[in-house]
């Protein structure tokens, strides 16, 4: 009697254990769409969000011209590429000890000069933003912040604008965003005539970089294994007539450029 008791008990174990398990793995209901906001109020509300995340006084904007001509010619390199895009992205470059980047609703896309001293091409850099442009395509950003807040609360109230600013810069993304994301990149390097292979270089950096200073990264913070993301990154398959095309940019120079030196 006693076995009986303890086989049923272990078989239960097992049944809820299973179910769980489909349940945790497997997103038996669709995301909420934020299809509710227009893109037009998401760019105001980005926005604010912006204008609440360089108040913090430990993120400034970098005004640089050898940073800002960069970053403008892989914004446009990556744009062009786009299809049927409702937004007017924006690149803004912050001065922070944290490497991140990380993407505001509307088109806004904020990126720390500690993330730029770690890549190694502006190809690197592209793939970065190019995992952040998929998700502002896919709404992501706005649906993450609408679990949490409402946009007529986030408009009415500085104090929370601020704190759903922190969110998005230091939160995950749910497991299905950031694959999404990775795979919306990788087909946007491949059509603007950049190597996707790069984006597994780009986050290997920054895994290694999150090691060793054991920071938070809204990039690489996410369910997926960042080396399962690294190798599908580099398991990319590209056309057989995928044509790479160089960058005009003196890399080195534009992060030589980056202040204060412990950054270069």
């Not at 904007?61 to 786009?82: G, H, V």
């Not at 200073?213 to 690294?230: A, G, T, V």
């Not at 007539?241 to 204060?260: G, M, Q, R, Y």
Request: hydrophobic share 45%; with cysteine.
């Amino acid at each position: 009697m006693q076995k009986k008791l303890i086989f049923q008990g272990i078989l239960l174990i097992f049944i809820f254990g299973s179910i769980w398990g489909i349940f945790a793995l497997i997103p038996i209901w669709p995301e909420k769409k934020p299809s509710m906001l227009s893109v037009e109020k998401e760019e105001k509300l980005g926005n604010l969000l912006l204008k609440a995340t360089l108040a913090d006084p430990g993120i400034r904007e970098i005004e640089n011209d050898s940073i800002t001509n960069a970053l403008d010619s892989i914004e446009k390199r990556l744009t062009t590429a786009l299809e049927n895009s409702q937004y007017n992205y924006r690149i803004i470059v912050v001065r922070s000890e944290m490497a991140n980047a990380f993407a505001l609703p509307g088109g806004y896309v904020l990126i720390t000069d500690r993330l730029i001293s770690l890549m190694e091409s502006p190809g690197e850099c592209a793939a970065v933003l190019a995992h952040e442009i998929g998700h502002i395509e896919k709404r992501h950003t706005l649906s993450k912040l609408l679990a949490n807040f409402t946009a007529a609360v986030i408009f009415g109230d500085n104090a929370l604008a601020t704190e759903a600013a922190e969110l998005l810069a230091t939160s995950a993304y749910s497991r299905r965003q950031e694959e999404t994301a990775d795979r919306f990149g990788l087909n946007l390097l491949e059509k603007s005539g950049i190597n996707p292979h790069l984006m597994g270089t780009a986050f290997r950096h920054l895994k290694e970089e999150s090691e060793y200073f054991d920071i938070k990264m809204e990039i690489i913070m996410s369910h997926p294994d960042i080396d399962k993301r690294i190798k599908e990154a580099y398991d990319y398959k590209v056309a057989s007539d995928f044509n790479e095309v160089a960058f005009d940019i003196n890399w080195k120079s534009v992060k030589n450029s980056l202040t204060p030196p412990k950054f270069q």
